[in-house]
Nanobody
Framework: VQLQASGGGLVQAGGSLRLSCEAS????????MGWFCQAPGKEREFVAG????????YYTDSVKGRFTISRDNAKNTVYLQMNSLKPEDTAVYFC???????????????????WGQGTQVTVSS
């Protein structure tokens, strides 16, 4: 599975961006799709995730109520709608996919088998 992330850019604080992650092939319903971010000098951190086969979504506390993960099965694409952006959201954002990920590991980068290239999100104050 190859993942292609896009949609990053420069936005002012309070603005919105929508990131897209297109998979090269149809992913199994057992796959978990995740978004992670990595700021300079920091570890890669979990942002949001969801299972292809379920409506269950997962978010890190700092983005709850501001970010929404969704999918379009027909397009093999996962989205991350980012609203009310803050300067601290500035980072490179990566999409990832993995099979057989248990709920307690959805936020663990090492649990994912496939990664897209990052897309830069910069939020100015």
């Amino acid at each position: 599975v190859q993942l292609q992330a896009s949609g990053g850019g420069l936005v002012q604080a309070g603005g919105s961006l929508r990131l897209s992650c297109e998979a090269s092939s149809r992913t199994s319903g057992r796959f978990v799709m995740g978004w992670f971010c990595q700021a300079p000098g920091k570890e890669r951190e979990f942002v949001a995730g969801m299972r292809w086969s379920e409506r269950t979504t997962y978010y890190t506390d700092s983005v709850k109520g501001r970010f929404t993960i969704s999918r379009d099965n027909a397009k093999n694409t996962v989205y991350l709608q980012m609203n009310s952006l803050k300067p601290e959201d500035t980072a490179v954002y990566f999409c990832a996919a993995g099979g057989g990920i248990i709920t307690s590991s959805v936020g663990v980068a090492a649990a994912y088998n496939y990664w897209g290239q990052g897309t830069q999100v910069t939020v100015s104050s």
